[in-house]
C-alpha cells in the first residue's frame, strides 16, 4: 500500500537554529497537511498545501508541496524551546476509489536551550 | 470554541470487555473520522463518516464498530474481538469528505488493558 517516508525519526537542535524535515513517497498526493503532536495530546495542524509548487508559511514554520507531488518539507526556522514536540505529514490521494490521507510516522524535535 | 472533545482521556478495559469512546464536535462538520496510533508507526484508520447516518470501514476496522446517529456525534467501540487494542485513539473530523479539506483532531484517548 501507499506510504509516506518522513525523514529525519529525531533531531536535537539548538535554540535558535533552523531546522528542516520532509516526507517522501511513490504516490501522487493532491493534498499535503503537516501537524504538531506534544504528548499525550492530539495533534494540531500547522499548514495545508493544496497545489504543486505551493510555498506556504505559518509564523516561524514554512512548508512547500512539491513540484512533482510525490514530497513535501516543512522549515522551522531559528527554533526556541516550546518547538519541541513530534510533527507528522499526511498526504491526501485517491486510492481504490476512496479518498484518504496517509501519514508519515513523524520527526521527533528535541530543541536544546 | 468549537472544537472535537473526546473522553475519557484514558480508559481501561479488561478481558472480554467492549468499551466506547467518546467523540463529539462542536465545527459541524460532515465528516468524521477515527484512528489508531501506536508507537512508531503513522496514524490508521478505522472508521470514517461522510455524513451522518453513513460510515464506512478504513484500513483496519476488524474487532471495531461505529454508529453516527448525529452530526455531532461518531463514537467508537472496541469490541472483545479487538485482540490488541492497547493504543492512543484520535478522532477526526473535516467540513467536507473528499478533496481539499483539512482534517482536525480531538486530544485522544489512550486505551490500555488491565
Known amino acids: 500500500g501507499q506510504q509516506l517516508n518522513q525523514s529525519p525519526q529525531s533531531m536535537f537542535i539548538q535554540e535558535g537554529e533552523d531546522v528542516s524535515m520532509n516526507c517522501t513517497s511513490s504516490?501522487?498526493?493532491?493534498?499535503w497537511l503537516w501537524y504538531k503532536q506534544d504528548p499525550g495530546e492530539g495533534p494540531v495542524l500547522l499548514i495545508a498545501l493544496y497545489k504543486a509548487g505551493e510555498l506556504t508559511s505559518n509564523g516561524r514554520l514554512t512548508a512547500q508541496f512539491g513540484i512533482t507531488r510525490k514530497d513535501s518539507f516543512l522549515n522551522i526556522s531559528a527554533s526556541i524551546p516550546s518547538d519541541v514536540g513530534i510533527y507528522f505529514c499526511a498526504g491526501h490521494l485517491l486510492t481504490s476509489g476512496t479518498y484518504k490521507y496517509i501519514f508519515g510516522t513523524g520527526t521527533r524535535l528535541k530543541v536544546l536551550a | 470554541d468549537g472544537g472535537i472533545t473526546q473522553s475519557p482521556k484514558y480508559l481501561f478495559r479488561k478481558e472480554g470487555q467492549n468499551v466506547t469512546l467518546s467523540c463529539e464536535q462542536n465545527?459541524?462538520?460532515?465528516?468524521m473520522y477515527w484512528y489508531r496510533q501506536d508507537p512508531g508507526q503513522g496514524l490508521r484508520l478505522i472508521y470514517y463518516?461522510?455524513?451522518?447516518?453513513?460510515?464506512q470501514k478504513g484500513d483496519i476496522a476488524e474487532g471495531y464498530s461505529v454508529s453516527r446517529e448525529k452530526k455531532e456525534s461518531f463514537p467508537l467501540t472496541v469490541t472483545s474481538a479487538q485482540k490488541n487494542p492497547t493504543a492512543f485513539y484520535l478522532c477526526a473530523s473535516s467540513r467536507k469528505w473528499g478533496v481539499n479539506q483539512p482534517q482536525h483532531f480531538g486530544d485522544g484517548t489512550r486505551l490500555s488493558i488491565l
Open positions: 504516490s501522487i498526493f493532491n493534498t
Open positions: 463518516s461522510q455524513i451522518v447516518n453513513d460510515f
Open positions: 465545527l459541524n462538520h460532515d465528516a
